[in-house]
T-cell receptor, first 114, second 113 residues
Framework: AQSVTQLDSQVPVFEEAPVELRCNYS??????LFWYVQYPNQGLQLLLK??????LVKGINGFEAEFNKSQTSFHLRKPSVHISDTAEYFC????????????FGTGTQLKVEL | ETGVTQTPRHLVMGMTNKKSLKCEQH?????MYWYKQSAKKPLELMFV???????ENNSVPSRFSPECPNSSHLFLHLHTLQPEDSALYLC????????????FGPGTRLLVL
């Protein structure tokens, strides 16, 4: 079975600073990887996804992530954050032939401060 | 993602009540999912439907009863719930069970008293 680890439960950062949210996974088979964002009192919104191909994936709102197979990581980055990026971010993994069952991490709360 | 809607957005119920959560997707998808989101825990997959057929029941207690009358609608019928069932219930859809990208609704915040 696959698993996802988001080591940081909270990440405080000042506005316009860069940020990296970490995600590591474990799986014995090929994976698909996702980042979702959840704003207060809302559902999950897809930020970006890695299915195959280029390991650098660009998403909405200026976010990007890099799939690193050797490190089993899929860290999320943004070069300059805004107050509006304050939200909870979830990493998720699915496996080929897994019947579209996603395994989610416990989430990272990003708090952007002035 | 306005393609998936959920009603009600908030629900308070007693342990002896019966209520239903509704999910509707406007994306032309054929697979639908129920998740439970509790504080400080990863999202838990509850049920999966593909072309109206249930393909996954993740050991969910029988007090939760799903229904999928067509590919656009998904219900979660609730009865004799426990306080620990209080959570955010999220619905999601994907094109079908083989297409991995899932799109989520806004959720129903459930409080069981």
């Amino acid at each position: 079975a696959q698993s996802v680890t988001q080591l940081d439960s909270q990440v405080p950062v000042f506005e316009e600073a860069p940020v990296e949210l970490r995600c590591n996974y474990s799986s014995s088979v090929s994976v698909y990887l996702f980042w979702y964002v959840q704003y207060p009192n809302q559902g999950l919104q897809l930020l970006l996804k890695y299915l195959s191909g280029s390991t650098l994936v660009k998403g909405i709102n200026g976010f990007e992530a890099e799939f690193n197979k050797s490190q089993t990581s899929f860290h999320l980055r943004k070069p300059s954050v805004h107050i509006s990026d304050t939200a909870e971010y979830f990493c998720a993994v699915g496996v080929t032939g897994g019947g579209n069952k996603l395994t989610f991490g416990t989430g990272t709360q990003l708090k952007v401060e002035l | 993602e306005t393609g998936v809607t959920q009603t009600p957005r908030h629900l308070v119920m007693g342990m002896t009540n019966k209520k239903s959560l509704k999910c509707e997707q406007h994306l032309g998808h054929n697979a639908m999912y129920w998740y439970k989101q509790s504080a400080k825990k990863p999202l838990e997959l509850m049920f999966v439907y593909n072309f109206k057929e249930q393909t996954e029941n993740n050991s969910v207690p029988s007090r939760f009863s799903p229904e999928c009358p067509n590919s656009s609608h998904l219900f979660l019928h609730l009865h004799t719930l426990q306080p620990e069932d209080s959570a955010l219930y999220l619905c999601a859809s994907s094109q079908d069970r083989e297409v991995v990208t899932q799109y989520f609704g806004p959720g129903t915040r459930l409080l069981v008293l």
